[in-house]
Each structure stands twice: as C-alpha cells, then as structure tokens.
C-alpha cells in the first residue's frame, strides 16, 4: 500500500505545480512536468509494487 501513497504524493504534487503554471500561460511547461510526473510514478509502480499491490 505504500507504493501508492508515494505515487499519489508525487502525482499530487506535480499537478499543483502544473496548475501554477497553467495559470501563468507556461503550457509547455505544464506539459512537460505533467508527462514527467507520470513516469516517475510509473517508475516507482514498477520498482516497487507487489504482486498483490
């Protein structure tokens, strides 16, 4: 279960940054944090789940 929490934190995380910049007209950037922040959770989800994750 902690896998997940750590994923969400990430994800949480990076979603407010993306918002912020959104708000500051920075799409790009937004972007590009937003497809980044995928894969780091897609990272973690895969080093470290369990089967029964």
């Given at each position: 279960?902690?896998?997940y929490k750590k994923m969400y934190?990430?994800?949480f995380n990076?979603?407010?940054d993306a918002?912020?910049?959104l708000q500051?007209?920075?799409a790009?950037?937004?972007l590009?944090?937003?497809i980044?922040?995928?894969q780091e959770a897609e990272e973690i989800f895969m080093e470290e789940a369990t089967p029964e994750d």
């Open positions: 279960m902690y896998v934190l990430k994800l990076h979603v407010t918002i912020t910049l500051n007209s920075e790009e950037k937004a590009s944090l937003l980044s922040a995928q």
